[in-house]
């Protein structure tokens, strides 16, 4: 069964840098894209980073410059490091990956959530 597991998150100042990490695990075939969404409360959530499996990446005009998504050559791991953070950036993070595995004997192709992780850009 596939699994996103996220880790990273926590408290950092104003101008400072976190690392988020998203593995994926579970049966799976092969990953067509990964990336970041986060949530403000009551807002929508919004896409902050993608990533290809041939690596294109595409990223929301307001972090562009502050933050950087890669994955690992086995494309499994996806992380995106953030840097400049600022308090708009005290959000709930989301991975996101789309993921072909096999599910009882039938090739299946759905998007998978990771559980959220909190940053907290405080003072």
């Known amino acids: 069964q596939v699994q996103l597991v996220e880790s990273g998150g926590g408290l950092v100042q104003p101008g400072g840098s976190l690392r988020l990490s998203c593995a994926a695990s579970?049966?799976?075939?092969?990953?067509?894209?990964m990336g970041w969404y986060r949530q403000a409360p009551g807002k929508e959530r919004e896409l902050v980073a993608s990533?290809?499996?041939?690596?294109?990446?595409n990223y929301l005009a307001f972090v562009k410059r502050r933050f950087t998504i890669s994955s690992t050559n086995a494309k499994e791991t996806v992380y995106l490091q953030m840097n400049i953070l600022k308090h708009e950036d005290r959000v709930v993070y989301y991975c996101?990956?789309?993921?072909?595995?096999?599910?009882?004997?039938?090739?299946?192709?759905?998007?998978?959530w990771g559980q959220g992780t909190q940053v907290t850009v405080s003072s």
């Open positions: 996101y990956a789309v993921i072909k595995s096999l599910i009882v004997g039938t090739i299946d192709t759905r998007t998978y």
């Open positions: 579970g049966g799976i075939l092969s990953i067509n894209a």
């Open positions: 990533i290809t499996g041939g690596g294109s990446t």
